[in-house]
C-alpha cells in the first residue's frame, strides 16, 4: 500500500494523520503518545526532518517529540498512519520542500514514554539527494522499541540518474531533479518493514518479505 505524507512544521501536538479503516484497535493518533498494538492495526509515526544538530541536545539525540529540541524554521514533519506489519511505501513530495538547500537529515520516531527514533539518515547535501529508504519498525508485545535504517547498497543505481555515496546508497545529482528543471522525480520513498511480536504475542514478518524482494531483485539485475 502507498501513502502520501502530509507535511507540515512541527507543531507535533495538532499532527494531521492519514487514517486507516477497519480491524484497527488502536485509538493513538498522534505520534507523540504511546501505543500497544496487534497485527493489523493502524500505527501513527512521523517523518522529521531538519539539519543533524537539531536533533540532540547536550550532544544527546532526543526524540522529535521533546520539547528541549529547536526544531524550528526550516524543520518539516510528515505524519503517516499505515497497517501494522502490511507491507507499505511511503512518499514525501518535495515540491515545496527543498532538502537540498542545507543538508537535511530525517529521523523516524513515535512515542512519548518510551520515545523510540532512528538514527538521523542523510537526506541531501548540496550535491546530491537520496530519494529511496527502508525503514524498519521494531516491536516488542506491541509495543514500538525501536526503528531503524536499512541501507540499501549501490547495486540498483542507475548509470545516468544515479550516483553511488559512500558505497551504501544511491544519490540523484540536485541539478537533474524536476525542481531544478532537470528529468528525474526526486520525491522521497520510504520502504516500510515490521519486525518482532504484537501485543498477542503473533510475530511481525513483513521485514523478511522485504529481504526476499531484495534477493529477488538483485538476482534480476
Known amino acids: 500500500m502507498i501513502f502520501p505524507a502530509i507535511l507540515m512544521f512541527p507543531a507535533i501536538t495538532m499532527a494531521a494523520v492519514i ?10 493518533y498522534n505520534p507523540c503518545s ?11 509515526f512521523g517523518l522529521a526532518f531538519s539539519s543533524k544538530d537539531s536533533f540532540f541536545y547536550k550532544q544527546i539525540q532526543l526524540s522529535p517529540c521533546d520539547r528541549r529540541l529547536s526544531l524550528s524554521g526550516n524543520a518539516k514533519l510528515a505524519v503517516f498512519r499505515p497497517k501494522v506489519d502490511e507491507l507499505t511505501f511511503l512518499t514525501v513530495n518535495t515540491t515545496d520542500f527543498d532538502p537540498s ?20 539518515v ?68 520510504v520502504q516500510l518493514a515490521f519486525s518482532g ?4 504475542l503473533v510475530v511481525l514478518n513483513s521485514w523478511y518479505e522485504v529481504q526476499k524482494l531484495r534477493e529477488y531483485s538483485l538476482k534480476l539485475t
Not at 538547500?101 to 538521523?120: E, I, T, W
Not at 527502508?134 to 514500538?144: A, I, K, M
Not at 511480536?197 to 498477542?200: A, M, N, P
Open 19 to 28: 487514517t486507516v479503516p477497519s480491524l484497527d484497535t488502536n485509538d493513538v
Open 34 to 44: 504511546d501505543s500497544k498494538v496487534q497485527r493489523w492495526d493502524g500505527f501513527t
Open 101 to 120: 538547500k542545507s543538508g537535511v537529515y530525517m529521523v523516524a520516531f513515535a512515542g512519548k514514554q518510551y520515545a523510540a527514533r532512528s538514527a538521523p
Open 122 to 189: 542523510l537526506v541531501a547535501d548540496k550535491s546530491n539527494v537520496i530519494t529511496s529508504f527502508t525503514l524498519v519498525l521494531e516491536f516488542q508485545e506491541g509495543r514500538l522499541i525501536n526503528l531503524y535504517w536499512k541501507k540499501s547498497g549501490c547495486e540498483s543505481c542507475s548509470g545516468k540518474s544515479g550516483v553511488c555515496l559512500n558505497n551504501q546508497e544511491c544519490g540523484t545529482p540536485i541539478s537533474k531533479c524536476k525542481t531544478n528543471g532537470g528529468s528525474v522525480d526526486c520525491n522521497l520513498s
Open 197 to 200: 511480536t504484537d501485543k498477542t
